[in-house]
């Protein structure tokens, strides 16, 4: 009976101690943090002396105590091993364990601390176990006990190799805990950069002059602080340079926050760009962050900045002058620390003479204008733009589509563009649903460009003139289509390669420059 009670009461205490273990090793992602809790635990429920956690750096191939209990800074420093020296040495050699039950009587057991002076050696036992992460060795757990007849250093290998497996399993844990959030962080890098390439000014589709001069303006104020204010009209592109000038910026890393003025509703703007309390109005039955504390540390891009009633225009300089706001029902003042971009395509300057626009938060927006010039003033990057959105919804759309032909690129580059870029785009993304070969051709363009009156070109001359040049363009297509070559040209035509040949001679056609 005495030995039963004695057995219940060491799987007690066992079973005590494996649970505070775990509870420890689930306590902290950094395992060093627990590793001398843990030593202490085991002295504390099983009455073992010293104790070590020793880790193997396999580049200098030395072993070294990593935690200890019992032991002085001095004496832990003094812990360190080749492969195969001392028991721990051989332990982590070997990955298998080792009992010593007197230390005094082994001669590989080197007390190379020199904890042991003050204790009589040929009662101390000793006990080391290998560390194992899946079939190698990664280091070794060892403990003294003082040696007795009640004591079973047996149950004491398998008290320890227990306890090892669960720092085995912990380090493993944690690797691929710190393997994935390495990916994370590798991910989110690799993602910073490509936002950083993708708005990077020249990057942003175009060479013209005057597209020109706005990527010079982004480049000297996007590392600064700034206010900026991007004026243009609608469609030109302001969104994309706001981005550029963050991406390009030391706020990149940060929150990018986009609000369009014009679409959110008088009522609830100014809970969406300074947040609310709960119960500040019906309908909030939370607290809530607006849009200048989600940008806290990044920039906010305010979109059509000219729609804002007199009441939020009050609000926003204040922000922008002391970088400090209360939110809807609340009293507590925020501090943001927040870049502004502005953008607007209305006329600032007459809503100031009607008064529906505060010239004091003109003047704190006004800081760095930079003027978009619209599509009309940049021909020149029309087909570029074209080719462009062509390559980006033939991808979207799974759809391969070579190129735009003449007769399309003519109008394309006759019409005035009153949407600019943005309708260039949808225009183009129209046409490549449309298109069944690999061409856009002219009847692909919405209607708008196709007529004379919008596109500015009227047809003139007789029919004959007229059918000669429809018929000298389709030639000319179908020698881009075969790369130069007349015969596969004129199968495409459905004509003999002998007419194909007079015809091209008839307009002074050469077929070598559509080689390539």
Not at 154 to 163: C, Q, S, T, Y
């Amino acid at each position: 009976m005495v030995q039963d009670n004695s057995q219940i009461r060491r799987e007690v205490t066992e079973l005590t101690l494996l649970y505070e273990i775990s509870e420890l090793l689930d306590r902290s992602f950094d395992l060093r943090d627990e590793l001398v809790p843990i030593l202490r635990a085991i002295s504390k429920h099983t009455g073992m002396l010293r104790g070590t956690i020793s880790l193997l750096n396999r580049e200098l191939n030395e072993i070294t105590i990593c935690a200890a209990h019992g032991l002085s800074p001095a004496q832990l420093q003094r812990g360190r091993y080749r492969l195969g020296e001392g028991v721990i040495g051989k332990v982590v050699q070997t990955g298998l364990p080792v009992i010593i039950p007197s230390i005094s009587e082994e001669p590989i057991f080197l007390n190379r601390t020199h904890a042991r002076k003050n204790i009589d050696r040929e009662r101390i036992s000793y006990i080391c176990v290998p560390i194992k992460m899946d079939s190698s060795v990664i280091g070794a757990l060892s403990a003294d006990r003082i040696f007795g007849e009640e004591i079973s250093l047996g149950e004491d290998l398998r008290l320890m190799a227990i306890i090892a497996s669960m720092i085995a399993r912990a380090v493993r844990l944690r690797q691929c805990q710190q393997e994935e959030y390495d990916k994370l962080l590798e991910e989110n890098s690799r993602l910073q950069e490509e936002l950083r390439k993708k708005f990077q000014p020249a990057n942003i589709i175009g060479h013209s002059k005057a597209i020109q001069s706005v990527f010079d303006l982004i480049s000297k104020v996007a590392k600064g602080d700034t206010t900026v204010l991007i004026r243009g009209e609608s469609g030109v592109g302001k969104e994309l340079v706001a981005q550029s000038i963050h991406y390009n910026s030391d706020r990149a890393a940060k929150p990018f926050i986009r609000v369009n003025c014009a679409a959110l509703a008088e009522s609830i703007i100014e809970s969406e760009l300074f947040g609310h309390e709960k119960g500040a109005f019906t309908g909030a039955s939370s607290d809530r962050k607006g849009r200048f504390e989600l940008a806290h540390q990044g920039t906010i891009f305010l979109d059509e900045i000219g729609d804002l009633s007199a009441q939020v225009q009050i609000r926003l300089l204040r922000v922008l002058q002391e970088r400090e706001f209360e939110r809807v029902g609340g009293n507590e003042t925020i501090k943001v620390n927040v870049r502004v971009i502005a953008a607007t395509n209305r006329d600032l300057e007459a809503l100031m003479r009607s008064e529906k626009f505060r010239p004091d938060l003109y003047y704190r927006l006004n800081v760095f204008p930079v003027v978009v010039p619209p599509l009309r003033e940049r021909r020149t990057d029309i087909l570029e733009l074209a080719n462009f959105f062509v390559e980006k919804h033939g991808q979207e759309n799974n759809k391969y589509v070579r190129r735009i032909s003449t007769p399309a690129i003519d109008m394309l580059m006759s019409y005035h563009w009153p949407g600019n870029v943005r309708e260039l785009e949808n225009c183009i993304e129209r046409a490549v649903l449309l298109t069944n070969d690999d061409v856009v051709h002219g009847h692909h363009l919405p209607p708008t460009l196709q007529t004379s009156e919008a596109s500015n070109t009227i047809i003139k001359g007789t029919l004959e003139e007229t059918l000669a040049r429809v018929e000298r363009e389709m030639l000319i297509e179908a020698l881009k289509d075969a790369r130069g070559n007349k015969a596969k040209a004129a199968r495409q035509l459905g004509i003999s390669e002998r007419l194909m040949g007079l015809r091209v001679n008839r307009y002074d056609i050469d077929p070598r420059r559509y080689k390539t």
